[in-house]
């Protein structure tokens, strides 16, 4: 069964590892086997992989469209996954779930979850910025 997407002009998308960038009118695709396909709002640009969380995202992102270079891939997410529980040891169940995606190579899943651990990243960095700055107000 056929995959239909509907780009909006201008929009982008990965489409088994070609960027592609509509023009200015709706454009529909039919994508007739099974490729990665990334929307543009799911697409985390290298630059914008500004946080922990982010880069973990990145690297399942490259896990996802670029396949050529897995073993690369799959060690810097190991790394990262290693310093980022180091950091923050409450996100020990998304990170086991995102673990078991990477390992079943599901990625889609993975990168969906990993969402939800930047997610995490910045409620943990808010409430780390709330409690720091209840202790410099002071008495």
Sequence with gaps: MALKIVLKPHERMILGGAVVHNGATKAEFLVENNVPILRQKNILAPGDADTPAKRIYMAIQLMYVDGE???????????????????????????????EFILQARYYDGLKTARDLIDHEQEVVKRATQCFESVSDGP
């Design 69 to 99: 270079n897995m073993v690369k891939h799959h060690k810097l997410y190991w790394e990262l996954v290693r310093d980022f529980l180091a950091a923050a040891p409450s996100a020990l169940g998304l990170i086991d779930r995102i673990n």
